[in-house]
């Protein structure tokens, strides 16, 4: 009797034991099937890359020459890329900002390690017109920068609001260089 009592018992615990890894293996398909049905819908949700490239697009601006300018449209708005030549450097890093009807500093302009390059949205501030100045054959105005046909708003190389009815300087998007030939929007 003894013995029978103990073979009941190692099948009790046998028993025990196979049923504790029975629950184990469901809950673990379980998990798994889950885990199947919900990755296509956070999948989806997920932007394409595609989309990636509107919303946060990559511009190259190795190919800009001195004195140009590179405009593409971003989500609808102008922006203008300028590469500054030396002269237009030094004619505007030590322009006094409270000299200008909206006060900026040339470092406030540029980003550092890029000093060269300027990135605008290309809307005139006072009317919604967007300004000429791109090309060197395009008029500029006096400072050498943007103008604008529609109120005669004058900006200088920096988008810095020099002249007109303008009350702001050009607005400034949110850039990143990624290295000396690519800018990240967005």
Known sequence: MAETLGQSMAHGAAEASRRDFL??????????????IAWPFIDALSPSRQAMSVVRPI??????AANTALRF???GTPIY???LTDKQIADNQFVVPDSLPDPASYTDRVKPGYETFVVVIGLNTGTPCELVGNDPADPRGPFD?????????????LGRV???PAPKNLAIPRFTFLNDAQIQFG
Do not use: F, Q
């Open 59 to 64: 511009v190259d601006v190795s190919g800009i």
């Open 81 to 83: 890329i300028r590469k």
């Open 162 to 164: 020099r002249g007109g």
């Open 73 to 75: 449209v971003w989500l």
């Open 23 to 36: 629950k184990i293996l469901n809950v673990a398909a379980g998990a798994v099937a889950v885990g199947a």
């Open 145 to 157: 920068g943007w103008s604008c046909p529609c109120d005669g708003s004058v900006y200088d190389p």
